[in-house]
């Protein structure tokens, strides 16, 4: 289990500080990764990103996919909503679903998805059937992922939550850069982005190290209470489960768990786990979906030349807050997840009110903002399962960081609802108020 001294978490000593130097700085951030992997670092930072890169590209893309006459949020729906299903339902059947067979499916899935998208510009039906198989494919990726950094240990996490933060940042700068600097249309941007997915074969089969779930079960499996307190079998500087460890995890002799425990696992990940992370994802994907849109200037006042350009810049914006509080575990860690998703809620009342009132000067004031909203939502989200890694017996985590990731979704899901009637509702009492730039997207 993870340690709390002072010598292994919290913050690092900046340069400059009393009793810091560059030397300190950059022997701490050596000692952070020694004895880690970088196979399995750059696997799951692989993993994390192309899991989510289609789902942010979706996102980024869902003004053209549907114009200006269908509320954006019925993307985030069709993009959220067959992904909480799958981690609502999967997690008590999936462990009987060999890894491999796995990424080959969300590897077609995502593909398929995307090319559905791209290939019909005039069909919005099968273009949203294209932005839910896509969202099949992120869901049942994200919770078998979680569950994968069980065998692989704390730095596998830390990389996972990295790559995930990544995803935004190169999803949504990548769809803006192919079509705002490179001028592509949105039909030859999707379809280079549809390529995307086959990475994670890469990832999984050439680049990850298998010998962990070589020497696994294809179950969830319960260690007896005497193996649970055995720490000789790890690596104590790195902290990453040595291959003898992950047999001892799994013994031959381990029964399966019933559907009535796993539920009662599930109950108790709630307020713990759950609540936090679906508090702070209903909180910024109503900003993202059904506020951000709304948040506009005098185009003479901003940076752009075009009010459509508003809506993926701010994305991207959230997107890179995110990156960064997503790979921050291993030098900052949070233990208090509801702190930050509370400040995300006072987030939502800020901007909400500048769509109302129109009281902050500047777009770059918003863009802060925004910038912060990111950084909160990504600390949250990383944080719950680095808690999850560091606090649940280890005979439990592979199903709690599977099951936890369903709170989300969940979290989306209930923002997709709101945004579909705020965004009207916030365009409609802007235009009445004389600003009608909502409508000129």
């Not at 939550?161 to 999803?171: C, D, K, N």
Request: proline share 6%; charged share 10%.
């Amino acid at each position: 289990m993870m340690s709390r001294s002072p010598s292994s978490s919290g913050l690092l000593p900046l340069p400059g500080a009393p009793g810091s130097s560059w030397a300190l700085y950059k022997a701490r951030f050596k000692g952070l990764f020694q004895g880690a992997d970088s196979k399995v670092l750059v696997a799951f930072w692989l993993f994390g990103l192309i899991n989510n890169v289609s789902y942010v590209i979706i996102l980024t893309a869902a003004l053209d996919l549907v114009g200006t006459s269908i509320p954006k949020s019925l993307v985030l729906l069709l993009d959220v909503v067959p992904s909480f299903t799958t981690k609502l339902v999967a997690p008590y059947f999936i462990h009987h679903i060999p890894y491999s067979t796995r990424i080959l499916a969300f590897t077609a899935l995502s593909a398929g998805g995307m090319f559905l998208i791209a290939l019909t510009p005039d069909s919005i039906p099968i273009k949203l059937f294209g932005v839910a198989l896509a969202s099949v494919s992120a869901g049942g990726g994200e919770l078998s992922f979680l569950g994968l950094t069980h065998y692989y240990g704390p730095f596998s996490l830390a990389a996972w939550g990295s790559g995930t933060g990544g995803a935004g940042l190169v999803g949504a700068g990548l769809y803006v850069f192919l079509t705002s600097t490179l001028a592509l249309s949105v039909k030859t941007s999707l379809l280079t982005c549809a390529f995307l997915p086959f990475i994670m074969l890469l990832a999984f089969f050439i680049i990850l190290p298998l010998g962990p779930l070589r020497c696994s079960s294809s179950k969830y499996a319960e260690i007896p209470s005497e193996e649970a307190g055995r720490d000789e079998d790890y690596n104590s500087d790195s902290e990453i489960p040595t291959a003898s460890a992950t047999q001892s995890l799994l013994p031959s002799s381990a029964t399966t768990p019933t559907l009535f425990s796993n539920l009662k696992r599930a109950r108790a990940l709630f307020l713990p786990y759950m609540l936090p992370l679906l508090l702070v994802y209903i909180a910024e994907y109503t900003i993202n979906q059904g506020i951000s849109p709304t948040l506009l200037f005098p185009l003479a006042s901003s940076p752009f030349s075009s009010y459509r350009q508003f809506y993926p810049t701010y994305n991207l914006i959230y997107q890179t807050g995110v990156f960064v509080a997503r790979s921050s575990t291993p030098f900052i860690r949070l233990h208090n997840l509801y702190l930050p998703s509370f400040l995300q809620c006072g987030n939502l009342l800020l901007l909400l009110c500048q769509s109302l009132f129109w009281f902050l000067p500047s777009v770059w004031i918003v863009m802060a903002i925004i910038f912060w909203e990111g950084l909160l939502g990504g600390a949250v989200y990383v944080n719950t399962f680095a808690e999850i890694m560091e606090n649940v017996p280890r005979e439990e985590r592979e199903f709690s960081l599977g099951a936890t990731s369903v709170a989300d979704s969940a979290g989306i899901c209930v923002a997709g609802f709101v945004g579909m009637w705020l965004e009207g509702a916030l365009c409609g009492r802007q235009v009445e108020g004389g600003r009608d730039w909502c409508t000129k997207l």
